[in-house]
């Protein structure tokens, strides 16, 4: 009877299973915004070299890293956090160590057709007005597979980091803040553009 007593005990007052131990008092799904984001903005610094060869340096670096930095966010901000949604729940039909490689996934595709979109629509609306030529056709899906290898990237470290930051609420503010300040600094640029061309 005692062990019987103990087992029912030991059975009620079990760890939490591991997903609710991760929680932290950032919500998850915000600390994956936040990792996607700043993942994307880092990847979008790299990247902007490349996209300003596309283009015959017809952007400077600085501004033009901004500007993507800007249309990285606004895709977290506005398509974001559904596809964050669609992938944990894809990554809940799998193991849990698999759960990244949805996540992934998903950022892959979701982030390379925004790019594929946004990215060549805004340069060309640029380039035109200036009297300079578009990007071509085969620039535009490098931009297509250099966006879906930045969601890759995003989504998968969003997965892996996600939950020891939403247990760091002064890491999650930091880059939370360091991402808005990029986001402005392009809006800033954006309008630069726009108001020249006018």
Known sequence: MTD???SLRTSTSS???AADAAEGPVPLMLAQAVVVASVMCVCE???APVIISMVSGAFALVPWAAVACLLAVVFMAVLGFAFLWLADNIAH???ARFAPVSYGIVGMASFGIWGGLIYPTFINS???PAGLPSIS???VWAIVFNCAI???VGFLLAAIF???LSRRVPACVAMGVVVLALSALGAFFLWGFYSTLG
């Open 4 to 6: 019987k007593n103990h």
């Open 15 to 17: 760890p939490v299973p």
């Open 45 to 47: 610094i790299i990247c």
């Open 93 to 95: 039909n799998f193991p």
């Open 126 to 128: 640029v380039l035109e």
């Open 137 to 139: 056709g085969g620039n």
């Open 150 to 152: 930045i969601g890759l």
């Open 162 to 164: 996600a939950p020891r």
